[in-house]
């Protein structure tokens, strides 16, 4: 159907843009229309007649077709204010011809419309020129008495330049007109002095009038200083208006505060953490912070620092579903992998460690999402990546965005306001720069009764009403879900996006990797601690008798930096085994494996600073016995060269060797236990020689060497 005000565009072939029509009246017959082309605004024609036959024919020929338009919007609904402004020349001009554009069809015949205007031109006075363009707009916006209003939004040639002839805006001392060489020179200073240098506008157009626009130069203190002559240079305000004009407000920002700032701080925020997220499961978030406390060690003495507080959270649900402490700084092994895996273990467990009994339903997440998203940081590693064997994809967020993870952002917020009112009295670091003479609160608390802390703080938040923003969905509102973490991760649950894997899967998943070599000795670790591995799987299947496991002289094993007493090794079936320190390290069990890297570390210098050692011990021993080697050598040629009787055999000598030496040993021992007898004979031999000599070792050595040489005379006797 056709009706008044529809538009229709024509076209002259298929897919060709025409023209565009607008239906200013229809004849009671439904014969005759009365058109105008509203194509060109420009250029507006008066209404004329055609058939409605022939109007009907194109549409049903696709050589026309109605369409929902409407030009110039901004004419035919105006603001308040632009109506209210211009009220009174839209009274005027419509009062005009307010009387003849109600006699229809006689407006649209050009010789009954001439006889219209006539009438309007004797009474007013105004010329029909006027009088035309007032019918053209009327009909041309249809109808509409808006359509009279001066359309003034248009004006000025946005998006072209103008060049001026001689300065625009007020005059003043500086009367430069600015050319293209003045813009390139503006470019430059702004790319040089406020984008790289981070000036000032006033401080970047300084620079530019000293580099680009002195009028001469001087000396001072042997220094050449450019002389600025303001008449002649660009003036500050011009330099800002053409700054203002050709950088947006984000490129503005972005020179001042630098690109990363900007993006960060000065951004629309129109998106939702929750969007595309399909339910519990499908999206955690991890990071980590420092915690707004300090604790003692065990013995409740020594102060420690702060501790490292690791968290995962599911963006759907808002549910905290892991966490870790650590007194190390955020890193991979002693944060992130230890609240992944508290992500994925059973609550009740790991809470029994800390004496909080639990129920299965106050904590229920044992489980793995689908993505992960965390920051550049200890996720920045290859030791992540085998999460995605177990399907779970990792995204890391650009450097300094963490807005791009709001929900966990946000929770840390939370989570360190009730530390601080919690622990207040306690060890809270209430704020980072302390005034003069201030004092911090002592610490009290162990990192034991830290764990017990976040432990019931989880379980408390995950029971609390969700922020005020949170959006609540039409199918949350028809099933009434309970507007609580725990609430909301029940209901999503049916979605089927959680998912379990064996625990001895995870750890080797989230530990890192080494390569063992197989050996009789056991799994031999390629690293600093040559530390051995075995298990009764392996004793069995004789692995470390052929030097192989399942043909391999080499395998990929998973280990526990912070315990070396195990490693875990995975089959060709897929079959995971833990192996076990051999016996011969069984010292080293229950160490990390700093520990006992420093401990064959320590061995190999002690190795190292000893060799020269062993090398002067060797040539000492050598030169020492040489001596005695040599003098029984030229003893033994003696007794070869003499006439004297054939030895005894090696029998009977040995059994007088033995019987001198018995004799020899009782001796020496009767000397050690009762050495005043002999001293005494020396004694009493010195008096008598006049003098006094205490005894020394050649007197036993002379006795030794009689006694032995009365014991070679009874064998060649």
Not at 501 to 511: D, E
Request: a neutral charge.
């Amino acid at each position: 159907m056709i009706f008044v005000n529809s538009v229709i565009q024509l076209f002259d072939g298929i897919g060709e843009n025409n023209k565009f029509i607008r239906v200013c009246w229809i004849s009671p017959n439904a014969e005759d229309l009365a058109v105008i082309n509203i194509t060109n605004s420009k250029k507006m024609p008066f209404p004329h007649f055609i058939k409605m036959e022939d109007l009907l024919n194109d549409l049903e020929e696709s050589r026309a077709v109605r369409i929902d338009y409407e030009q110039d919007l901004h004419i035919i609904n105006p603001s308040d204010e632009y109506l209210e402004k211009y009220a009174m020349k839209l009274k005027r001009k419509w009062d005009l011809i307010k009387e003849i554009v109600t006699i229809e069809p006689d407006i649209y015949i050009p010789t009954e419309r001439m006889k219209l205007l006539r009438s309007v031109n004797d009474k007013t006075g105004i010329g029909y020129n006027v009088l035309y363009d007032l019918l053209k707009r009327y009909c041309f916006y249809g109808k509409c008495i808006n359509g009279l209003l001066p359309n003034y939004f248009d004006s000025g040639a946005e998006g072209k330049g103008r060049k001026y002839t001689k300065k625009p805006g007020r005059k003043g001392e500086n009367i430069k007109v600015l050319d293209e060489s003045d813009f390139e020179n503006f470019k430059s200073a702004v790319e040089k002095f406020r984008v790289i240098e981070k000036k000032s506008i006033l401080e970047t157009h300084q620079r530019m009038c000293e580099e680009y626009y002195p009028s001469s130069y001087y000396r001072d203190r042997g220094v050449l200083v450019p002389l600025v002559d303001e008449s002649k240079a660009p003036s500050a305000k011009q330099f800002r208006y053409w700054y203002n004009k050709n950088y947006s407000v984000r490129e503005r920002k972005g020179h001042s505060l630098g690109q990363r700032r900007t993006k960060k701080e000065f951004r629309a925020l129109l998106g939702s953490n929750s969007m595309y997220i399909e339910g519990p499961g499908y999206l955690y978030q991890i990071d980590s912070t420092p915690a707004d406390v300090t604790l003692l060690a065990l013995d409740h003495k020594t102060e420690i620092k702060r501790p490292t507080l690791f968290m995962v959270q599911d963006v759907f649900s808002r549910k905290i579903v892991g966490y870790h402490v650590s007194v190390h700084h955020a890193n991979w092994i002693d944060g992130a992998m230890m609240a992944l895996e508290n992500a994925a273990s059973n609550k009740v467990e790991f809470c029994e460690k800390y004496g909080v009994p639990i129920k299965p339903e106050e904590w229920d997440c044992h489980h793995l999402p689908r993505h992960i998203v965390a920051d550049r940081g200890e996720m920045k590693s290859k030791y992540p990546n085998g999460l995605v064997g177990i399907g779970v994809d990792i995204a890391n967020t650009p450097s300094y965005r963490p807005d791009l993870k709001a929900v966990i952002e946000q929770h840390f917020h939370i989570t360190n306001k009730t530390i601080k009112d919690f622990f207040r009295n306690h060890g809270a670091i209430l704020k980072d720069n302390r005034e003069r003479g201030e004092s911090a609160p002592a610490p009290t608390i162990t990192l034991d009764t830290f764990n017990i802390f976040m432990i019931e703080h989880i379980i408390a938040f995950n029971n609390m009403t969700l922020p005020r923003e949170f959006i609540v969905t039409p199918e949350m509102f028809n099933d009434h879900v309970e507007l609580t973490p725990n609430g909301l991760w029940e209901w999503g649950a049916n979605k089927n996006l959680l998912h379990e894997r064996p625990k001895n899967l995870i750890h080797y998943t989230l530990l890192p990797k080494l390569t063992a070599k197989v050996t009789r000795f056991g799994l031999e670790l390629k690293a600093n601690t040559k530390l051995c591995y075995a298990c009764r799987e392996g004793e069995e299947a004789e692995w470390f008798v052929s030097g192989s496991i399942e043909g391999m002289k080499e395998i990929e094993v998973s280990y526990d930096p912070r315990d070396c007493s195990a490693i875990l090794i995975r089959l060709k079936s897929g079959k995971l085994l833990h192996c076990f320190l051999t016996e011969k390290f069984n010292e080293y069990r229950g160490l990390n494996f700093e520990d006992a890297k420093a401990i064959f570390e320590f061995k190999k210098q002690q190795y190292a600073k000893q060799s020269n050692s062993d090398k002067n011990a060797k040539s000492k021993r050598r030169a020492l016995v040489e001596k005695h080697l040599r003098a029984d050598v030229e003893a033994k040629k003696a007794a070869k060269s003499s006439k004297e009787d054939k030895p005894l055999g090696k029998r009977e000598a040995t059994a007088k060797e033995a019987e001198f030496r018995d004799s020899v040993d009782a001796f020496t021992k009767h000397w050690q236990e009762q050495p005043h007898e002999f001293i005494q004979e020396e004694i009493e031999i010195a008096e008598d020689a006049g003098s006094f000599q205490l005894p020394t070792a050649n007197k036993l050595s002379d006795f030794l060497r009689s006694k032995h040489k009365e014991m070679k005379g009874g064998l060649h006797a």
